[in-house]
């Protein structure tokens, strides 16, 4: 099985460190869910992973062009339509088909409304379509189900299915059990980092998806 996202003796810092000593492995098909108490670093791991912020210490290997992220913002252009979102995003990734990932969200009736006139949860959908128009094999998603309800949560999780079935791989920070077969537990309480240890200062570089933040 092929390694996707290697991460090895990983520390990251928002302000100040929040976690240290973290490394796992991701191969093709295989999905990690992200553990632990509020305002650990989750997001925050995610997010150095993802190239929005710098590493604090440690190693992150993956091919240039494998990772997405999802964050907590939805990243939707409000005057843009359901279809010409899709679209504008899989332009940014140099692709063009955008009807697979409409109808798998089951957003076809929705396909000509404006962004900003959908409802949390179908908003929430329309920026987890993004993931499926990326052609990305890694997902980095935090909290994917807030907004959904039981039956979009269960619509997203047999797209994550899918997604691990066709070779791809997930890192997920969730609360709530998206019952994957795949997915392996990653509690990080036990990385919860030194706070009296200062982070390095700068911005650091800013990866491909700086416009997903
Ligand atoms: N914009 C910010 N500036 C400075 N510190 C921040 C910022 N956002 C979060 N933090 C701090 O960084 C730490 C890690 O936060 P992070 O959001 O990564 O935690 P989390 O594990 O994802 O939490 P949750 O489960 O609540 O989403 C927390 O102490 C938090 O207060």
């Known amino acids: 099985m092929t390694t996707l996202l290697s991460v090895q003796d990983l520390a990251v810092a928002r302000g100040l460190r929040t976690l240290e000593g973290v490394s796992f492995a991701l191969a093709e098909g295989q999905a990690i869910i992200l553990r632990g108490p509020n305002g650990l670093g989750k997001t925050t791991l995610l997010r150095t992973l993802a190239g929005l912020q710098p590493v604090a210490a440690g190693q992150v290997v993956h091919e240039p062009s494998a990772l997405a992220y999802a964050g907590h913002a939805d990243g939707l252009k409000s005057a843009l339509s359901v279809t010409e979102n899709l679209r504008f995003w899989a332009g940014v990734f140099g692709r063009t088909e955008v009807g697979p990932a409409i109808e798998r969200m089951n957003l076809s009736n929705l396909a000509a409304r404006p962004a900003h006139m959908l409802s949390a949860g179908q908003k929430r959908r329309l920026g987890l379509a993004r ?30 299915r899918d997604h691990l079935g066709a070779g791809g791989a997930a890192l997920i920070a969730t609360h709530i059990d998206l019952g994957l077969p795949e997915g392996r537990i990653l509690d990080l309480t036990p990385f919860r980092a030194d706070p009296a240890r200062k982070a390095p200062r700068g911005d650091g570089p800013v990866g491909f998806n700086e416009a997903f933040a």
Do not use: I
């Open 131 to 160: 993931l499926l128009v990326t052609g990305r094999k890694v997902w980095l998603l935090d909290e994917p189900t807030v907004s959904l309800d039981t039956q979009s949560v269960a619509l997203f999780a047999g797209v994550l």
